[in-house]
């Protein structure tokens, strides 16, 4: 009765430490999803500037527009279309650059997906290894008490002899 005792003390320590071992996991699942939170938070920030900077470049090209038909008229206006130019160009680049991140910050939030899933499937494995673990100990426990009746009945028929 006092190895039955000891065996469900060790069953539930066992228990315990795969409850452990569950919870850090879903914290880190949990970390994950707020990362992935944070990051799609991003994406909508940087989508949102990238709208204003598009915004901003359609005003621009538009001012360019008016500028070089103002050009014609005068040599002072022709240097500031080539001022308008540029900072079309400037903004331009700066959109490209805000595209990439944008990209970047894209595949950052696969991985982080792909990152989720690979622990979603640890956590899988390892319910299936502690559920492994779990039948080779009931196994091993009736084996146990076989040779023990076993070598109980040696014992007792060495007494009688």
């Known amino acids: ?18 409850q452990e071992k569950y919870e850090e996991l879903k914290e880190q699942y949990k970390q994950l999803e707020q990362d992935n939170v944070e990051k799609e938070n991003q994406i909508k920030s940087l989508t949102t500037k990238n709208q204003q900077l598009e915004e901003e470049v359609e005003k621009l090209e538009t001012s360019l527009a008016d500028s070089k038909q103002m ?3 005068s040599h002072h206006l022709r240097s500031n279309n080539e001022n308008f ?15 990439a991140k944008l990209k970047e910050t894209t595949e950052k939030l696969r991985e982080t997906d792909l990152k989720a899933e690979q622990l979603e499937r640890k956590v899988v494995a390892l319910e299936e290894e502690r559920d492994e673990w779990e039948k080779k100990h009931e196994e091993l426990s ?3 008490d076989a040779v023990k ?11 009688n002899l």
């Open 85 to 99: 130019t540029k900072k079309n160009q400037q903004l331009e680049e700066e959109l490209e650059e805000s595209d």
């Open 149 to 159: 009746k076993e070598l109980d009945d040696i014992a007792a028929s060495l007494e």
């Open 1 to 18: 009765m006092e190895k039955i005792r000891e065996k469900l003390s060790n069953l539930k320590l066992e228990a315990e430490s795969w």
């Open 142 to 144: 009736v084996k146990y």
């Open 71 to 73: 050009a014609e008229d």
